[in-house]
C-alpha cells in the first residue's frame, strides 16, 4: 500500500514537472521565433513615460518605431534620445478618428505595412466618486476605448490580409479590480480589457495575437501629470506615494521588458507586477471579501470637499509629503522618462511628421508631406477644465495611465 501510494506520488511529481518544463519551453520558443528587426511598429503616449522606455527597447531590438502623442516638444525631444533607431514622430489627437486615421497613412507612406500596434496613450484621474463629472467619463472613454478601437481599426484591414500582426493594448489592474478613488479610470480600463480580451478571440484564427497587458504600480514618473480632484493635495500623496513603493510597485523597465516579451510570444494576457496578478487571482477567487477590502480602504482616503469638481494637475498638488523621499523612485523617473516639465497643453492637434524625421530618416520610396492639416479637430462641450483647458485637451499622451492599482 505504501509502495502505490508512492509511486502515485511520484507519477503525479513528474507529471507536473514535465508540464511545467512543456510550458516553459514553449513560451521560449515562441518568443525566440518571432524576430522584432525590421519589423514596424506604431506605439501610441511615444513620447514620454512607459512609451518612451517601450521605445528605446524597441529600437535596441531593430524595430522601425513609429511614436504619436500630441505634445510636439515631447516627441521632438524623444525623437532626438532616440536616433540612433529608424524613427518616425508624429503629432496625433487618438481621441479623433479622422486623425487618426490621417496618422497611419503617414506611418504606412513612411515604413511600409505596420506590423505591430500598441496602445499605450492614456491619463490618470484621482477623486472620490462625488467629484467626478459626466465630462471625466466621457474623456477618460475617449483616451481609454475609443482611442485603441480607432486605431485598431485602422490597421487590422492590412492584418487581416497578410493573416500575420500583434496589437498590445496597455490597460491596467484598474482594469481587472476597482479602486476607490479612481472610477471614472478604472470603468474605461474595464471597458479596454473587455474590448482586447473580445479581439483576441476572435481574430486569434486570422494569425493576428492580440495581448493585454494590466499593470499594477509604475514608477513612470507620470504623477505631475495626472488630473487630481478633491482633497487635490491628499488625493496626489496617496497616488504618488504608492506610485514609488518599492516592493509594490514595478519599474517602467521592466513592465516594458514584460511587454516585449508577450507580445513576440502572442501571449493573451500579462499582469504585472507580482502584487498585482496576486491581486488579480485574489479578486477572481473571492470578489465579496474583495469588495469588502476595497471598502475599507476607501474609508482611509481623503473625503470629499477640496476643490470638489474642479480639476488640478498633479504639478498643482504637492506638498510636503508628495515629492518627497517617499517618492524617490518616482523622481528619479520622471528625469529619465521625459516626463518633466509638464507643458500647458495646445487647444487642439494637427497630424504632422516632425522636421527632424523628415530629414533624417532612411530613404523610402514614398516621401509623406510634412503636415496633413485636421479641419474639423474635436470640441469637448463646455464643462470641467484645467486652468481653462479640458482633460481630452491637456492629456499629454506620452505615457500609459496603467499605472495604478488598488
Given amino acids: 500500500m505504501n509502495l502505490t501510494y508512492q509511486g502515485l506520488l511520484t507519477f503525479v511529481v513528474l507529471a507536473i514537472a514535465t508540464l511545467l518544463f512543456s510550458v516553459s519551453l514553449d513560451r521560449w520558443w515562441r518568443e525566440r521565433s518571432y524576430d522584432l528587426d525590421g519589423k514596424t511598429v506604431l506605439l501610441t503616449g511615444g513620447s514620454r513615460g512607459l512609451g518612451l522606455v517601450m521605445a528605446r527597447q524597441l529600437v535596441q531590438s531593430g524595430a522601425r518605431v513609429a511614436l504619436c502623442a500630441r505634445d510636439e516638444d515631447e516627441l521632438e525631444r524623444a525623437q532626438t534620445e532616440l536616433k540612433q533607431g529608424e524613427v518616425l514622430a508624429v503629432t496625433c489627437d487618438v481621441t479623433d478618428q479622422t486623425q487618426v486615421e490621417q496618422m497611419v497613412q503617414q506611418v504606412k507612406d513612411r515604413f511600409g505595412s505596420i506590423d ?20 471625466d467619463y466621457d474623456d477618460t472613454m475617449k483616451l481609454h476605448f475609443w482611442a485603441p478601437l480607432y486605431t485598431s481599426y485602422a490597421v487590422l484591414p492590412e492584418m487581416r ?63 505631475d501629470h495626472a488630473i487630481v480632484k478633491g482633497q487635490n493635495r491628499k488625493e496626489f500623496a496617496w497616488f504618488s506615494i504608492s506610485d514609488s513603493l518599492p516592493l509594490l510597485s514595478a519599474s517602467a523597465e521592466e513592465v516594458a521588458q514584460r511587454t516585449i516579451k508577450a507580445l513576440k510570444r502572442g501571449d493573451a494576457e500579462v499582469i504585472v507586477p507580482f502584487p498585482a496578478w496576486l491581486s488579480a487571482k485574489f479578486a477572481g477567487l473571492f470578489p465579496g471579501l474583495t469588495a469588502n477590502l476595497l471598502s475599507l480602504t476607501n474609508r482611509l482616503l481623503p473625503k470629499s470637499g477640496g476643490m470638489g469638481q474642479e480639476r488640478a494637475f498633479g504639478r498643482d498638488s504637492h506638498s510636503s509629503w508628495a515629492p518627497s523621499w517617499l517618492t524617490a523612485l518616482s523622481n528619479r523617473a520622471a528625469q529619465r522618462n521625459n516626463e518633466v516639465p509638464v507643458a500647458e497643453p495646445k487647444s487642439n492637434t494637427t497630424v504632422k511628421l516632425l522636421e527632424h524625421e523628415q530629414h533624417s530618416s532612411p530613404t523610402e520610396a514614398k516621401q509623406p508631406s510634412a503636415e496633413v492639416t485636421q ?3 474635436t ?28
Avoid at 500583434?166 to 480600463?189: L, Q
Avoid at 462641450?381 to 496603467?402: C, D, F, I, K, R
Fill in 375 to 377: 479641419s474639423e479637430v
Fill in 379 to 406: 470640441q469637448l462641450p463646455e464643462g470641467s477644465t484645467v486652468n481653462g483647458t479640458s482633460l481630452t485637451e491637456q492629456v499629454q499622451v506620452g505615457t500609459s495611465s496603467a499605472e495604478l492599482s488598488p
Fill in 116 to 135: 505591430i500596434l500598441i496602445n499605450n496613450a492614456g491619463t490618470d484621474i484621482v477623486g472620490p466618486l462625488d467629484s467626478l463629472t459626466m465630462q
Fill in 161 to 223: 490580409q497578410r493573416k500575420a500582426g500583434r496589437i498590445v493594448n496597455i490597460s491596467s489592474i484598474g482594469g481587472k479590480i476597482v479602486s476607490p478613488h479612481m472610477v471614472a479610470y478604472c470603468a474605461s480600463k474595464f471597458a479596454l480589457t473587455g474590448l482586447s480580451e473580445g479581439m483576441q478571440t476572435e481574430l486569434a484564427s486570422t494569425g493576428i495575437a492580440v495581448t493585454t497587458v494590466c499593470p499594477g504600480f509604475i514608477h513612470t514618473g507620470v504623477v
